[in-house]
């Protein structure tokens, strides 16, 4: 332990919100002895404790960095404003929670960034750590600063700030850049000679190996590759999930953190298609871990965990092939212990509904939709298949068991919606409740139905990346309509901020102008912008003025399906033919049917070895 | 019921008492050791710690009462050595029995006051200290519902002995009341900063040394 600086932490930490998030120490921790670490990792998430604990990403990056000899990784986290403040009051700098040394000491500074508005919190972070915010300021080998997660399939906003990206998933690709670096620092390599070395590994993609030209109207006109870097970067991914590092001795926060439970990553890919949704596009091909591993990495991680709760995650559970076999044996094993088995993002169908009662032997999770869309044909539209009858069918299997709570998420603003779109989602609602009336078993008990809608925010590699955003004021309008069609006491309605969203949307589809706005609205004070408590949309419009920057450019106006887009370098293996097709259908409101009726021929699959097949 | 006693240290004393309920049912969870879980809607495992620590504060004298699931058959003997094996750092579980003294009993806490000023003690600190605690009322402001309100301490403490451990410290130990009501000994702390404020000193570290019963044994 850093005594100097557990010294001055002994001081502040009385005066903090929730100091044991600043402390580690937590059981199943990684601590190496020094003697033995050629390369220190001080890996960063740009969110709080809490939210970061929680990502099954960093989870499992941490094992595999720490998995190599004379490696040791350590966890960094945002600190809350207060921390912040007191840190900057004692000169503390940022440091690593296991060792408790500044992370201006470590070799390596990987950030995992799968958050638009956590933007601000990278910077926050490199400045309480003393080290230059700028790739370009940072010159050797000491402190080279990367980053991986979903931000970076356009990590164009973020170009100015990192040394690299390493696109996808990073369970081998992690691997190489630290053997490659631990070969630079070796031979004395300098920085530039490490970056093109770095370059040759797939999946790295250098920032500042390429210029981007853009044309008076501010448009992009082109992207040229320097130094011999390829044209386009293709995302790494997992050949065998079976064969991949997973956590099963996971830090056991000693805090409450969102996630507190066992994340068992099911299966990764998703076969469905919805055409607003960057994950479901990105994270193809389509690849499962057998029941047999599932069970073997669940009964370890529990046990080694003491964790009382467990969910199986993937983006559309339903659709992993063996989750009727492996609930039933999963479901067994945790109603003897009294843990909690969860299975979220499940679908409305006849499965489910069984599972569903199956699951609640320990106890009942909530009853969840998202439905996105008010109307069928906006469904089709935005290709969410799921039906009206699916909903309520489901609704009153639920009610007549027991619920009486159901939480609805849906989307306003997206392509091609119209005021019938925005009812129709007051009219399900509606017909919901309606179902609660009809076959609750204890109506005594009365019903929530808790509704929610999100800004649609076009993301980069989806069918809806052309699209352009609608104002916050429509939106606002829209918010407003739905609430006047929304009648009964028992209905709760939550919408999220117009303006966050927005920004949200600036940032999503950025380009390299967008770096020194996101550092002047931090200037200006912007933190932990995803915060509601922090977030101050007037920082951000003072930044883009002061940086010339229009924010309709990346929202409103929408993309042209010819122009030259600022992550076009990046190829996540699904083609930019097959998303143009998508967008097109959407306008005709045609459904793609899912992967397993046939594949729809996305390009993804172009990203397995031979001999190796898409799991739709 | 059991009865375990463990201590508090390190990183683990930013753990909060809630947090450290859940920690402690993890534990006894890698342990393998099975639980009496309450009936109801949401079952939980029946634990229970005595008295509340503040964060920041360190002891080396906590206890927690639990009650062991039906046809759970670990000796009690054996019980520290299997949470020890599983919690992380700073919770350390030093014995484990069944005959422990009723609650009721449980009368004074040993605490310890590190007072630091980083810039030495100053000179007339010790005697000034010691008078003040001495004096014949103490008064401090306590937080309630209804706001601040101005309390007696004096009543609630004894024993009080002050020692130089090294330039810039002071010990203060000090024996107060753990029940009817508790004090809190980071308020004779407080007491000594509102009272003589030219002496307060830059920063007080917090220990739970023992726990004694109304006849000044060992409450165990």
């Known amino acids: 332990m850093n005594e100097a600086i557990d010294r001055r932490l002994e001081r502040i930490l009385p005066g903090v919100q929730k100091p044991a998030r600043y402390v580690g120490g937590e059981y199943n921790q990684t601590v190496k ?7 220190r990792i001080a890996f960063c998430f740009p969110d709080t404790y809490e939210i970061g604990m929680s990502n099954v990403g960093m989870r499992i990056l941490y094992e595999v960095m720490n998995n190599m000899p004379g490696v040791w990784c350590e966890r960094v986290f945002t600190p809350w404003g207060d921390m912040e403040d007191a840190m900057r009051q004692h000169g503390l700098p940022l440091y690593a929670l296991e060792s408790h040394d500044p992370v201006r000491d470590f070799d390596l500074i990987p950030f995992s960034v799968g958050y638009e508005m956590s933007y601000t919190n990278i910077l926050t972070m490199l400045d309480l750590a003393g080290v230059p915010l700028h790739a370009s300021e940072r010159k050797g080998l000491h402190n080279i600063v990367f980053a991986g997660g979903a931000c970076t399939y356009n990590p164009e906003p973020l170009a100015d700030f990192f040394d690299f990206f390493s696109l996808g998933e990073g369970e081998e690709s992690t691997v190489e850049i630290v053997d490659c670096y631990r070969a630079a620092k070796k031979n004395g390599l300098s920085k530039e000679a490490f970056l093109l070395e770095v370059s040759k590994i797939p999946g790295v993609y250098v920032p500042s190996f390429y210029e981007h030209r853009y044309l008076p109207d501010g448009r992009l006109e082109s992207i040229v590759p320097l130094h011999g870097a390829p044209e386009k970067v293709t995302k790494r991914i997992v050949q065998d999930l079976d064969a991949a590092v997973f956590p099963t001795k996971p830090i056991v926060a000693s805090t409450e953190i969102v996630h507190d439970r066992v994340n068992l990553e099911v299966m990764r890919g998703c076969i469905r298609g919805c055409r607003f949704c960057q994950a479901g596009y990105t994270y193809r091909p389509v690849r499962p871990r057998s029941p047999q591993t599932l069970m073997r990495q669940a009964r370890e991680a529990l046990e080694s965990s003491g964790d009382q709760e467990i969910t199986l995650s993937s983006l559309s559970t339903s659709d992993y092939r063996y989750l009727a076999s492996l609930t039933d044996e999963l479901t067994d094993w945790c109603v003897a212990r009294k843990i909690g088995l969860s299975v979220p993002s499940l679908r409305a169908d006849n499965f489910s509904r069984d599972l569903m009662l199956k699951l609640s032997a320990v106890r009942k999770s909530g009853l969840t939709f998202a439905p996105e869309a008010g109307t069928q044909r906006l469904r089709d539209a935005i290709n969410k298949n799921v039906t009206e009858e699916d909903i309520l069918k489901t609704c009153e299997v639920a009610f007549s068991g027991g619920w009486n709570s159901v939480k609805l998420y849906f989307m306003l603003g997206l392509p091609t919606e119209t005021d019938e779109d925005v009812l129709g989602i007051a009219e399900l ?3 919901i409740l309606q179902t609660w009336k009809a076959f609750a078993s204890n109506k005594k008990r009365g019903v929530r139905i808790h509704v929610a809608t999100a800004f649609f925010v076009p993301k980069p590699f989806t069918g809806f990346q052309w699209e352009p955003q609608i104002t916050p004021e429509e939106y606002m309008r829209r918010v407003h309509l739905l609430k006047n069609n929304l009648f009964s006491k028992s209905i709760e309605y939550d919408y999220h901020d117009s303006r966050l969203s927005e920004m949200e949307a600036v940032l999503a589809r950025g380009d390299r102008r ?12 912007a933190k ?18 002061e940086c010339g920057v229009e924010r309709s450019f990346y929202t409103t106006r929408g993309f042209g399906t010819d122009e030259v887009l600022p992550w076009d370098t990046i190829d996540p293996g699904v083609r930019k033919d097959f998303l143009l097709r998508e967008r097109e259908r959407a306008f005709r409101s045609e459904i793609t049917p899912d992967c397993r009726h046939g594949c729809a021929g996305c390009g993804a699959n172009g990203l397995l070895t031979e001999g190796r097949v898409c799991d739709a | 019921m059991l009865r375990m006693r463990f201590s508090k240290e390190g990183n683990a004393v930013w753990i909060s008492h809630l947090d450290l309920m859940r920690l402690l049912m ?3 969870r890698r342990a393998g050791i099975a639980l009496k879980h309450s009936q109801g809607f949401t079952p939980h495992p029946e634990l229970s710690l005595a008295m509340p620590l503040s964060v920041g504060i360190s002891s080396a004298c906590e206890i927690a009462d639990f009650s062991l699931a039906e046809g759970e058959t670990v000796p009690p003997e054996q019980i520290p050595d299997r949470l020890n094996a599983v919690l992380p750092e700073g919770v350390r579980v030093s014995d484990c029995y069944d005959d422990g003294q009723k609650l009721k009993y449980l009368a004074w806490l040993e605490a310890e006051l590190t007072l630091i000023w980083d810039g030495g003690v100053p000179e007339n600190a010790e005697t000034a200290i010691a008078d003040l605690l001495a004096s014949e009322r103490l008064l401090v402001e306590k937080h309630s519902k209804n706001g601040p309100v101005e309390t007696d301490i004096r009543p609630m403490y004894r024993d009080v002995s002050l020692t130089r451990t090294a330039g810039t410290e002071l010990c203060l130990r000090v024996t107060c009341a753990a029940q009817n009501p508790t ?28 726990l004694l019963n109304a006849g000044n044994e060992p409450f165990r």
């Open chain 1, 33 to 39: 002895d020094l003697a033995e670490v050629d390369t």
């Open chain 1, 429 to 431: 609602v509606f017909k």
């Open chain 1, 514 to 525: 967008l770096a020194p706005v996101i550092e002047a609205a931090w200037r200006r004070g």
């Open chain 1, 528 to 545: 932990l912008d995803g915060w509601l408590e922090y977030f101050d949309y007037d920082k951000w419009i003072a930044a883009l003025d």
């Open chain 2, 26 to 28: 993890r534990a006894f």
């Open chain 2, 183 to 210: 004090l809190n000994p980071m308020l004779i702390d407080a007491a000594i900063r509102r009272h003589l404020p030219a002496l307060a000193p830059d920063f007080t570290r917090c220990r739970r040394l023992r």
